[in-house]
């Protein structure tokens, strides 16, 4: 195959998907692009004048083509996404069913549907129950995730980590940003995922989804979209009244399936008015879920506290169809034998979390984060 062939394959490719762009935008790039990737990927590996252009490629690709958005950065993407996502060829054969184009050398002439992929399925350190739920689950991927998405995604070189991400982006519908941030604070690894060689889809999933009290909660919160000024010497009402202006990025950070109900809730033991700082309800454990602000290190007292109202609860709230209600207690800082002592025999119900408000250098981060999972 001529390196013009590779022009005009890209090309034809690019303003056949172009003008049905309009109707979907997110797939009809993210499918370009991949085919693009394939193309240059078939290229390198079996073009007959391959060798003249050898690690310039790219670079003369991107001149040579003159499209808008298709300069050589873009042009690695492209390539990286095929090599990373292989797993949607037959979403991509599906679609050639009803859009032939012309692939000139590079697809087979006898059959057009059908791609030859040219490079080995990539390790998937994931394991599927089977091998249709594997294929329903990347044709979801193609048709939901968009390919700003993918940009970010592909930077990822883990395999069960990125699949995490996939699922946020999927289950929760975040935006570029809101996966961007869910990166850079390092969700998967708060999530204790990342100490669990031995994956199964069924256990990543649960993260996304939490079936139990303990999926659902996580050790470390970040609230690093407040921006507070002088956030070390913050109240406990300012902190809250940051966090509801802040609703929506709040819930984010708390996971799947939680839903505002209220803010000071008031209510009555003894004949004396309590507050319960927030009240949330998780539609996926079915159970009320109290937080309680502190800005200060954790004390058993706090502990205590958040146990008569987790109480009260389940003793004056609680449906008959609901579970039993969860307290969360996030504080600054937290001693680990502390809490494991003041925690014993309520492990079930209350939980105690450390929040940041400003995150700490990358290094520090990662250092945190490590020493956070050897101590599970």
């Not at 690695?76 to 797993?87: G, S």
């Not at 995604?153 to 809101?178: A, C, M, P």
């Not at 708060?190 to 659902?216: H, M």
Request: proline share 2%; charged share 25%; hydrophobic share 40%.
């Amino acid at each position: 195959m001529k390196y013009q062939n590779l022009i005009s394959s890209i090309d034809e490719t690019h303003q056949t998907l172009q003008q049905n762009a309009v109707k979907a935008v997110n797939s009809h790039i993210s499918l370009r692009n991949w085919l693009i990737g394939y193309y240059i990927v078939a290229f390198e590996q079996n073009g007959e004048d391959r060798a003249k252009y050898g690690a310039k490629l790219l670079k003369e690709l991107a001149k040579s083509l003159k499209i808008k958005g298709l300069g050589e950065t873009n042009l690695k993407q492209c390539r990286k996404f095929f090599q990373l996502y292989p797993q949607i060829s037959q979403t991509v054969s599906d679609f050639l069913k009803n859009n032939p184009i012309k692939f000139k050398n590079l697809i087979s002439q006898t059959s057009s549907d059908q791609l030859n992929i040219v490079i080995p399925n990539p390790i998937d350190e994931v394991k599927f129950e089977t091998f249709e739920a594997k294929n329903q689950y990347y044709e979801t991927v193609f048709k939901q995730i968009s390919f700003s998405h993918f940009i970010e995604l592909i930077k990822i070189d883990n395999h069960t980590k990125r699949k995490f991400y996939e699922l946020s982006v999927i289950k929760n519908t975040l935006s570029v940003r809101e996966l961007e941030r869910q990166i850079a604070t390092l969700t998967y690894e708060r999530v204790g995922l990342s100490a669990n060689a031995d994956l199964a889809f069924q256990e990543l999933n649960s993260k996304i989804t939490p079936e139990t009290t303990n999926d659902a909660i996580k050790s470390i919160y970040f609230f690093d979209f407040l921006n507070l000024p002088n956030a070390h010497l913050v109240q406990e009402n300012e902190l809250e009244e940051a966090l509801l202006n802040h609703l929506e990025k709040f819930i984010i950070e708390l996971g799947n399936g939680f839903c505002f109900e209220a803010r000071q809730k008031r209510i009555l033991i003894d004949d004396e008015y309590y507050f319960v700082d927030l009240v949330f309800y998780h539609r996926l454990l079915k159970c009320h879920i109290l937080i309680e602000l502190k800005v200060d290190t954790f004390k058993h007292e706090h502990l205590s506290q958040l146990n008569s109202y987790v109480a009260f609860y389940n003793n004056q709230v609680k449906q008959m169809d609901d579970n039993p209600s969860i307290g969360i207690l996030l504080c600054t800082e937290k001693g680990n034998k502390m809490v494991e002592y003041a925690l014993a025999g309520m492990e079930e119900k209350l939980f105690v979390s450390k929040y940041l408000v400003q995150l700490p250098q990358k290094e520090q981060l990662i250092q945190f984060i490590e020493n956070e999972l050897k101590n599970k």
